[in-house]
């Protein structure tokens, strides 16, 4: 939690550093293009996910319980990305992402496990799922007329849409958490030319959200996110692009909800640091205002 919010931190800071410092270079910045054109792009990733660390805690009384030592998530996962971008005029850029995120294992468990006023006796083999698909829509400003160069600041606005499961293998012990609810975003995007055709991209959203207020519900819950990508890659043809990209995807929320369900007391806590490695290509066609 720590170190998340010490990236969040980081992002905030380094966004209006780096508007100060792209507004001078940009007056000194010739125009790669005399003309401005509108572009339509669709990007794709497919490639592995691997946890790094996932806790998650239903009820004060409730047991942290560690998915990647002792529920299963110590392998690679599919993962999969999709984004629709259209770039106006070569500055504004208006972006819609969607990401699913779908963990399922099975283990028996190796201690005692208390989920929301329920006891898992040790040994109970368990069907466990993990599920925090989220939609995202949000709007860049580059301040970098042109194709090749781009440093990009925005806001978004992501849906999460989660379903947390703990069922035994019988069917007879079950608890389910499910909540869905807005989440703001800070945005920021650079991308430069390396040697050749090559090129380099860092992509960075996240937020920190302390209280009720700004976490997008009526409860008391620490929320924060942080996805941050650093990708490479080159054209393949005059609309599509290849590029390889590592990912950082964090986030999670701790606190009591006035929701709630129908057994526990409401309180949750979730984190989780994941690491995904993929491979991506991006298919656009520009065309004049």
């Known amino acids: 939690m720590k170190m998340l919010q010490r990236y969040l931190m980081i992002l905030m800071l380094a966004a209006p550093v780096a508007l100060i410092s792209t507004v001078a270079a940009a007056q000194d910045t010739r125009a790669e293009a005399s003309t401005p054109k509108n ?25 942290d319980f560690d998915y990647v030592d002792e529920g299963g998530q110590d392998n690679l996962y599919q993962f999969v990305r999709l984004q629709a971008e259209f770039d106006f005029q070569g500055r ?32 109970t083999p368990m069907e466990l799922r993990y599920g925090f698909p989220f939609y995202r829509v949000g709007y860049l400003y580059d301040f970098f007329e042109g194709p090749q160069r781009e440093l990009a600041i925005g806001a978004a606005l992501q849906l999460r849409n989660a379903t947390i499961d703990f069922k035994s293998a019988d069917g007879t012990l079950f608890r389910s958490n499910r909540d869905v609810g807005p989440v703001p975003l800070l945005q920021l995007r650079a991308r430069m030319p390396l040697a050749g055709s090559f090129w380099w991209c860092l992509d960075a959203a996240g937020f920190y959200a302390p209280v009720k207020y700004l976490n997008g ?72 205002n």
């Open 217 to 288: 519900g009526d409860s008391d819950v620490t929320g924060a996110i942080l996805d941050a990508s650093l990708r490479v890659g080159r054209p393949l043809t005059h609309n599509i692009s290849g590029f390889v990209n590592l990912r950082y995807l964090a986030g999670g929320g701790e606190g009591t909800s006035k929701d709630g369900n129908d057994f526990g007391d409401g309180y949750v806590s979730n984190w989780l640091h994941f690491a995904t490695v993929s491979l991506g290509f991006s298919y656009g066609t520009e065309f004049m």
């Open 39 to 63: 572009r339509l792009s669709i990007t794709g990733e497919l490639g592995f996910l691997s946890p790094i660390a996932h806790s998650v805690q239903f009820g004060k009384d409730g047991t």
């Open 92 to 123: 504004h850029k208006f972006i819609f992402l969607y990401q699913p995120l779908e963990i399922k294992t099975a283990v028996a468990l190796r201690r005692d496990v208390r989920v929301d006023a329920l006891n898992f006796p040790q040994g």
